[in-house]
């Protein structure tokens, strides 16, 4: 299936057609050849669009011009670069992954345009990809078949092979040349997560040789190749000496392997194929030729990308897209971003709401009317943070710098310049509305005002204020660090800038954000109340909680019901029940149960009983 430069006429021909001229001539324009000395760059700039993608057209024009770099005497080294100021390569187009799924041969189509990056791989000259901002799935890939690569610290450099998460497997060499570069345990890290790394990280891994500042670049990656070509020097393809030591240990892969596979079982309950299949070709093929593996691996991406778990993880892609491209409302409107804020209620959901603040350097007041309050609030963001470094995502002074950012206080002073300030008292109306007329009195005029309430009139509250425009609702889910999901309630006087000022804040700190109406238990807790009301049922006609948890899970749902009680707090589970059977009558009927819990001071993990 590897294309040669005689056979490239002939298969192109059967490529192209399937594009228009457009396309065709989009892609010369995208990807093209220049020279600076004797180092050639070859570079990508997508024509007319913000992203680098890695489509059909654009595949073949690279393997033209790696056929022209190969004749050229004059180009002693190459280096792979963007023009783009956030993105190297996005990945592959997400649209002709769609296609694939229905086209006979795709295995076939795979293994040529994997033979491109071959080609690139074994280019006689030494190559360096030079890598800015996101390089994701089939860009991470080019950049693996590189014989260097060389990343900017800028915090929008992100690397990584996501594709497990589009339910499919890294196709175009990933499964194969980034065990071969970082060993097993980094590389099934990577390729089974399909999380994204920092060019810090990813030097610490192994997967990124040199981290310079972005002004730099190009400048550097011209140097350095320039050095390569002096001494031709193309990569040296010995194995880490921990990936040595581990084959020299009887069955030392092999338990790697099963501890992974026990992993993704304990994540993914084998409810999604694609890590699965991923750590299938990656056991199957270690240690094996770089052609064979290739094979395999594109005969998982070819079985994966029919399944009906890559086409709706394609559609919730999409989704999200979207919603990168959209402010929540029907105007542009043009929203500042969001330096400083405040939170009201330093329980378990105020104190990790004021985390995810800090985390995303936000400056944040947490308030609460005692101390012995913010303390615990403060204790559950610290523990928060602390995960985080035992994890070894963030260090032990970049922990005392996020907590510096957050201020505990049990009154108003600094509220006049706030930009947010995000209401999480107890579920209860009077109260929410004396605070927000409290916030009002407080807080300057360019301060949004938004509730966390998970079921109460957003309405209500904002008419208990002069102002309801600023009034919006702000629903975070628990665990606020986990989950991604912020429910934006609009009242109705909430007003547009409101709106799109949450929106896009809830954006900025990682989350996805949808704008919902203001009805009892909104959108959420509507579907989720009677899914949580049977599982009461269940455990009061003598259902045990583990066993009804492990069944919903081995279901796909990524927490069991009692679980998410446990997690969310029984006293909020009854007080949205009796607000939805209120709005909603007997089939919203909560469970007799809760109440008589609740009663006895059992409200979950919050309490520290169940």
């Keep these: 299936m590897e294309f040669t430069p005689e056979r490239f006429r002939e298969e192109a021909a059967s490529f192209t057609k399937n594009f228009n001229e457009t396309a065709m001539s989009a892609a010369e324009k995208s990807v093209r050849l220049e020279k600076k000395g004797n180092v050639g760059f070859i570079v990508f700039d997508q024509h007319e669009e913000k992203a680098n993608k890695l489509s059909t057209p654009n595949m073949l024009r690279l393997y033209e011009l790696l056929v022209q770099v190969s004749k050229d005497s004059s180009i002693e080294a190459l280096v792979l670069f963007s023009k783009k100021p956030t993105i190297f390569i996005a990945g592959a187009d997400i649209a002709e992954i769609q296609r694939l799924a229905s086209e006979p041969g795709v295995d076939e189509i795979i293994q040529k345009l994997q033979s491109i990056f071959t080609f690139l791989e074994r280019l006689k000259i030494p190559s360096i990809a030079a890598i800015h901002g996101a390089c994701m799935g089939g860009g991470t890939e080019m950049a693996l078949a590189c014989d260097y690569r060389m990343a900017t610290d800028d915090p929008r450099t992100k690397i990584g092979l996501p594709e497990v998460m589009l339910g499919v497997l890294p196709g175009w060499g990933g499964t194969q040349r980034m065990p071969k570069l970082l060993g097993l345990e980094k590389s099934l890290d990577l390729i089974l997560s399909g999380r994204t ?144 804020a405040a939170v009201l209620g330093a329980g378990t959901m105020g104190g990790g709401i004021a985390q995810l603040f800090a985390a995303k350097n936000v400056h944040t007041h947490l308030k609460d009317i005692n101390w012995d309050a913010i303390t615990k609030g403060f204790g559950h963001a610290y523990s928060l943070f602390e995960k985080q470094v035992k994890r070894r995502k963030m260090k032990p002074s970049e922990l005392d710098n996020a907590m510096a950012r957050i201020q505990g206080t049990t009154h108003y002073g600094g509220f006049k310049n706030l930009d947010v300030v995000v209401e999480a008292v107890v579920e209860n109306m009077d109260l929410k509305k004396k605070v927000f007329q409290e916030l009002e009195a407080n807080c300057g005029p360019q301060t949004v005002l938004a509730t966390n309430t998970s079921s109460l009139s957003v309405t209500e509250m904002g008419r208990a204020t002069k102002n309801p425009g600023r009034v919006v609702g702000m629903h975070f889910f628990n665990p606020v660090d986990k989950m991604p999901l912020i429910e934006i309630i609009r009242g109705k006087e909430t007003s547009d800038e409101a709106v799109a000022t949450i929106f896009q804040f809830s954006k900025a700190i990682g989350k996805t954000p949808i704008v919902v109406g203001d009805g009892p238990g909104f959108v959420v807790n509507r579907i989720l109340a009677p899914y949580l009301n049977e599982a009461v049922f269940l455990m009061a006609e003598g259902v045990p909680p583990k066993k009804l948890d492990a069944v919903l899970e081995s279901f796909g749902m990524p927490m069991g019901p009692a679980t998410l009680l446990d997690e969310i707090g029984l006293d909020v589970g009854q007080k949205v029940s009796k607000i939805l059977y209120q709005a909603f009558g007997e089939r919203m009927k909560p469970p007799a149960l809760m109440d008589k819990v609740t009663e006895g001071g059992h409200y979950g993990k919050k309490t520290g009983l169940i």
Excluded: C
Aim: charged share 35%; net charge positive; proline share 4%.
């Design 197 to 340: 790394i920092d060019a810090k990280t990813a030097k610490r891994f192994g997967l990124v040789d040199k981290v310079v500042p972005k002004e730099f670049l190009e400048d550097k990656a011209l140097a350095w190749a320039g050095e390569l070509a002096k001494k031709k020097e193309k990569r040296d393809k010995t194995k880490p000496i921990g990936e040595r030591m581990l084959e020299a240990v009887p069955g030392g892969k092999w338990i790697i392997f099963d501890q992974a596979k026990k992993a993704l079982m304990s994540k993914t309950k084998g409810n999604y194929p694609a890590p699965l299949r991923a750590l299938e070709v990656v056991k199957k093929t270690y240690g094996g030729s770089l052609d064979a593996g290739l094979k395999e691996e594109a005969k998982g991406f070819a079985d994966l990308v029919s399944t009906p778990e890559s086409k709706n993880l394609i559609h919730v892609y999409y989704l999200n897209e979207s919603v990168k491209k959209d402010n929540g409302t029907d105007r542009e409107i043009k929203t500042k971003d969001v330096k400083s």
